[in-house]
C-alpha cells in the first residue's frame, strides 16, 4: 500500500519539475526518430526517482535482490490513475483520438529480462513526467495525483536499482530495443502534443488518463518479462 507524506509531496513534485524545466540530465529529442543519450538519462532518472521514493513514499527502499512484481505494481498505479477520472468519458467522444500505442513493437515475449525492464523504465518515467506538468497538476486533484506519483516513483525505483550500470552504460541500439524505444517517444510524444496545446480542456486530459491507463493494460506481457526470477528462461541479464 502506498501512503504518502502531505508536507513532502508538494516538495518532491516541485523539484521534480524544476529538473525538467532546466533540462537537467536529460531532455526529450525534439524529433520520435532521434533517439536521446541514455546514460544522462539514467542519471536524472535515478536522482529524481530517489528523491520522490523517499520523499514522498513511506516505503522501504525496494533492492534488486527483492523480487518485485511489476504486474501487480502496475496495476496499482493503474488503479490510483482511475481514481483521477473527473469527467465522464462518455461526455469526451469528440476529444478521442488514436495516439497509436505500439503494442507489436512493444510484445513483451520478444525481450530479455534486461530490455524489458528498460522499455517498462522509459514507459514509467514518461508517465511519471506527464503527470508531473503543471497543466497536470492544473487540472487533477492533488490529495488524488500523489499517491500516483509516488507509486511510480516507487515502481522507477526498483527498475532503476536493477538496471543500475548496466543500463547507464548501453544506449538503447547496444540494447538491440532501439526500434522499440524510438516508437514509445513517438507515442508518449503525440500524447503531449494533445495536452500542451495552447487551449486544451478537462476532456484532453481525460482521454489521456483513460490512453494510459490502456497502455499500461496493454504492456502486461511486458511487465511479466520484467518480473522473471532469476533463473527464468536462462539467465535475466543480455
Known amino acids: 500500500m502506498v501512503t504518502r507524506e502531505a508536507s513532502s509531496v508538494p516538495m518532491c513534485r516541485a523539484m521534480f519539475r524544476e529538473s525538467v524545466s532546466e533540462n537537467v540530465g536529460f531532455s526529450p529529442p525534439d524529433s520520435p526518430d532521434q533517439p536521446a543519450p541514455c546514460f544522462p538519462m539514467a542519471l536524472l532518472l535515478s536522482l529524481v526517482v530517489a528523491l520522490a521514493a523517499l520523499s514522498c513514499c513511506s516505503v522501504g527502499s525496494?533492492?534488486?535482490d527483492q523480487h518485485v512484481d511489476h504486474v501487480e505494481m502496475t496495476k496499482n498505479n493503474s488503479?490510483?490513475?482511475s481514481k483521477l477520472e473527473r469527467t465522464a468519458p462518455s461526455s469526451c467522444l469528440e476529444n478521442r483520438r488514436n495516439f497509436r500505442f505500439p503494442s507489436d513493437a512493444l510484445n513483451g515475449s520478444?525481450?530479455?529480462?534486461t530490455q524489458a525492464m528498460a522499455i517498462l523504465q522509459e514507459m514509467l518515467w514518461q508517465t511519471l513526467k506527464l503527470f508531473s506538468?503543471?497543466?497536470s497538476s492544473a487540472v487533477w486533484n492533488q490529495t488524488l495525483l500523489d499517491p500516483l506519483l509516488c507509486g511510480l516513483s516507487v515502481q522507477l525505483n526498483h527498475l532503476g536499482a536493477c538496471l543500475g550500470e548496466k543500463r547507464a552504460e548501453k544506449d538503447p541500439a547496444a540494447?538491440?530495443?532501439e526500434g522499440p524505444w524510438l516508437?514509445?517517444?513517438?507515442?508518449f510524444m503525440n500524447i503531449r502534443l494533445k495536452v500542451t496545446k495552447e487551449e486544451f480542456s478537462d476532456c484532453d486530459w481525460e482521454v489521456v488518463r483513460v490512453e494510459i491507463g490502456r497502455?499500461?493494460?496493454l504492456s502486461k506481457t511486458l511487465q511479466e518479462r520484467a518480473s522473471m526470477k532469476v533463473?527464468?528462461?536462462g539467465s535475466w541479464l543480455k
Not at 110 to 113: D, E, L, P, R, S
Not at 183 to 187: E, I
Open 62 to 64: 525496494l533492492g534488486c
Open 79 to 81: 488503479e490510483l490513475l
Open 110 to 113: 520478444q525481450f530479455q529480462k
Open 133 to 135: 506538468t503543471d497543466h
Open 175 to 177: 540494447l538491440g530495443i
Open 183 to 187: 516508437a514509445l517517444k513517438k507515442y
Open 215 to 217: 497502455a499500461l493494460s
Open 231 to 233: 533463473g527464468d528462461l
